[in-house]
């Protein structure tokens, strides 16, 4: 059982490190645009450093560092994956040797390590590789010297000793599975709001901020749109059990938003409603009603990276024959086209319909699974305020909804409203 190998872990590193806790804080890029930001965060470092804790940091890129790499890349215009990380990965390292000279000028003894040195060590492909496992002995060696370790997110090494880049997320990644190597007693997200909202501030004035939330609601969250957190980084959360505050740079004194198993949200139905705009549709009409024709049409659209999400099938028994649709983001469409294009020279369909400009709005709510009536609830508010919906589907604690874009705020603000979640 995972919990029980992380309380062993507890014990073995806190005899290694007697009456000190350690702490994992990570800073986002634009906690980090600048090297004035920079110093004011390694002042939020030297503050915890001063409460006798053990410090991990870690850190993304200067805002808007990576972007610019990628465009050297591009401009280059020849495709090498290995390079690309290479290229790409080297705005973190300047970061972590940044804030390593803003500890040591207050007098924090610290020390950089970059992705290979620790080693963080994956698997998978280069852009999106997946963190395997940590080995943590040279940062632990160094808390004995009281010593603050600076790490280069976004980075890890392949097994062919290839410099890897972790994917969307991955600076946050690095933060949880760093927490969950070394037993933290949590782990810090420092960004440029304050944490998890009941929806996004930037759409309605009456959100709330949540002082918790339980991973499973973050997770769904992250996953409809949510901007604070990546799905990924959650998921590792979960599954280390690392107990993760969503805090601002700016104003380091507030708690924020803590996400940890150790929370319960079911006395009320739903705790947030998130967005995505930019939704493409897409529906194969009059497919072969026969096994294995779906399981062929969403292999070839993931082999090609396209992100499937809503999925309907409809069945016409007397015809044999079924409509399926399915979204996808609309930066996918193009290539979702062109894949089922190639897909009708081995699967016998009639055409292929598609539809822009649609937005998908979710609720979201460990309480869903013991509240009846909160889908019913949901459609008769946004019947209410006349916006039509074209696609529906559901989990446990999730119900997400497929809408004409130009009606987002509308349905977001009615659904929050509806759900009283401004006066949560």
Known sequence: DHRDLHLSLRRQRQMCIRDRSTLVLKFGGTSVASTKLIESAAKIVKSEYDKNNNIIVVVSAMSGTTNSLIDHVNSIDFNDDSEYDLVVSSGEQITAGLMSLALKKLNVPARSWLGWQIPIITRGQHRNAFIDKIVPDGIVNDFKEKKVAVVAGFQGISSEERITTIGRGGSDNTAVFLAAAVAAERCDIYTDVDG??????????????????SYEEMIEMASQGAKVLQ?????????????????????????????????????????????????????????????????????????????????????????????????????????????LEELKKRIVFSKVLDEQNLSKVSIIGSGMRNQPGIAAKMFDCLSNNNINIEVISTSEIKISVLIDRNKTEAAVNALHSVFNLDKI
């Not at 998890?196 to 918790?212: E, F």
């Open 196 to 213: 998890v909202y009941t929806s996004d501030p930037k759409m309605t004035d009456k959100v709330r901020r949540l002082d918790k939330i």
């Open 231 to 339: 799905t990924t980084s959650v998921e590792s959360a979960m599954n280390h059990d690392v107990n993760v505050n969503v805090r601002s740079t700016f104003n380091p004194s507030d708690e924020g938003t803590q996400i940890s198993n150790d929370v319960s949200n079911e006395t009320r139905a739903v705790t947030g409603v998130a967005y995505s705009k930019d939704e493409a549709k897409i529906t194969i009409i009059d497919v072969e009603d026969k096994p294995g024709v779906a399981a062929e049409i969403f292999k070839e659209l993931a082999s090609s990276s396209v992100n499937v999400d809503m999925i309907v099938q409809n069945n016409f028994i007397e015809r044999k024959m079924t409509n399926i649709t399915f979204t996808v983001p609309m930066t996918d469409l193009k290539k979702s086209l062109g894949v």
